[in-house]
């Protein structure tokens, strides 16, 4: 999986909107277990980032893809709405 390579390139947000829907593709096809593992840990840091609206939104569209690829408690620590609401504007 060549996810170390998306998720360096996951770092300049002007990038996100076309590397994002690419991300959830992907997410589709793991197991909930490496979702968290790999795939989440590099999605954290895009809660907060408010640069681009655009970000936000595809990752409010995969809102489903992310509860259901993870458990409950790794959900809502983190990937839940008030990270989305916290964030510093």
Not at 51 to 63: A, I, R, S, V
Not at 64 to 77: A, I, P, S, Y
Request: net charge positive.
């Amino acid at each position: 999986m060549k996810l170390d390579f998306i998720a360096f390139q996951m770092k300049d947000p002007h990038l996100l909107p076309y590397i994002l829907p690419n991300v959830f593709s992907i997410a589709t096809i793991v197991t909930p277990q490496q979702f968290t593992s790999l795939v989440l840990p590099s999605l954290k840091p895009l809660f907060a980032i408010k640069e681009t609206p655009q970000n936000m939104l595809t990752l409010l569209e995969n809102l489903n893809t992310l509860q259901e690829k993870t458990e409950k408690g790794v959900f809502r620590e983190r990937a839940s709405v008030p990270h989305f609401m916290s964030s510093p504007s």
